[in-house]
C-alpha cells in the first residue's frame, strides 16, 4: 500500500509512519519532562520546526537551478522536497543548544529522539518488508488510446532497457494538471527514461481531448479504465508516480504533483549508465 483515504485527504502511508513516530516522540518526551519537573512542550515543538526548515532549506540549495528565482516555488512543499538527514542534523543541533542552555532537558530529549527513532524504524523496517514483495511490474490490464491491450510489463519491454517512469493521473485532477507540462518536457529532454502516463477510469475522447486543450505533446499515454493499475499498487491518490529501473523494479513513488526538483531527485535513484558518469549533469537537465 502506497497511501490511504483518510475522509477528504489522502496521505502516503510512508508520511502517516513519520507522523506517527513524532506523535510517540512528543509524547514520551512530555511524559519523562513531567517526571523530573522540565518545561518542554515549546522546545519539542520547535525541534519540529526546525527539522522542516532546515530539510526544506538544504532541498531548495541542492536543486536550486531547478527552483531559480521563485520564492513561492522554495516555500511550496505539496511537493514533497525535503532533505531528511539535514532535518536530522538541525534537530540535533538545536536539542543540542536547548539542552546547554537547560541541562534539565538533556534526559526528556533523549527519551523522545529514542521512542521517536524506534518507532520510525520499527514501523519503516517493516514497510520495506512489505514493498520488497510488490516491487515488480504490476501486470494490470491497460489500453492505448488506440484501443489495444497492453501492461507495464510490455511497455517496459519497449523501452529497450531503459527505467521507466509511471504517471498515474485523470485530467479532472488538479496536481496532475499542474505537473503535466513540466512531465512533457521532462520527456522530450531525457531520452534516457520511457515516460508512461496512465489515465485512470476517463474514455480515450476526454483523454485527446485534455491534451489537445493544452497542447501536450505526451508518448505512450495509456488508459486503465476500471483503475486497476491503483488497486494493484494500493495508491489511493492523484496523480501517483511510480519510477522503474531499467530492470522493471520500483525505487521510488511519489504522491502528489511533481516539482522539477521532485523530480530530478527521483530520477537520481535510478541506476548509473556510462552516459550519466560520463555526463553527470545529465539528470539535471531535465
Known sequence: ???FGLGPFVISVSQALMG???????????????????P????LFTLVVVGIVTARVVFVARYF??????????????DGGFEVVAGVLG??????????????????????????GLTWGLTGGTLALIAQQSRTLPSA?????????TDLPQLH????GRPMVVNIWASWCPPCQHEMPMLGRAQDQDDDVMFVFVN????????????????????????????????????????????????????????GALSRATLVQALERFDPDPADKSNPTAREST
Open 1 to 3: 500500500m502506497l497511501s
Open 20 to 38: 506517527v513516530a513524532l506523535v510517540v516522540a512528543l509524547g514520551v518526551g512530555q511524559f519523562a519532562a513531567r517526571q523530573r519537573g522540565a
Open 40 to 43: 518542554i512542550t515549546d522546545t
Open 65 to 78: 537551478p531547478s527552483y531559480g528565482l521563485d520564492p513561492l516555488a522554495w516555500i511550496d512543499i505539496r
Open 91 to 116: 534537530m540535533a543541533f538545536y536539542a543540542s543548544l536547548a539542552v546547554w542552555r537547560r541541562p534539565s532537558l538533556r534526559r526528556p530529549l533523549a527519551a523522545a529522539a529514542l521512542a521517536g
Open 141 to 149: 490490464s491497460l489500453q492505448t488510446l488506440g484501443g489495444t491491450a
Open 157 to 160: 519491454k519497449q523501452a529497450d
Open 200 to 255: 485512470k477510469g476517463e474514455s480515450t475522447a476526454t483523454i485527446r481531448g485534455f491534451l489537445d486543450q493544452n497542447q501536450l505533446d505526451l508518448e505512450h499515454v495509456v488508459r486503465d479504465p476500471r483503475g486497476e493499475l491503483s488497486r494493484r499498487i494500493g495508491s489511493a491518490g492523484l496523480p501517483t508516480t511510480l519510477f522503474y529501473n531499467a530492470r522493471g523494479r520500483l525505487v521510488d513513488t511519489h504522491l
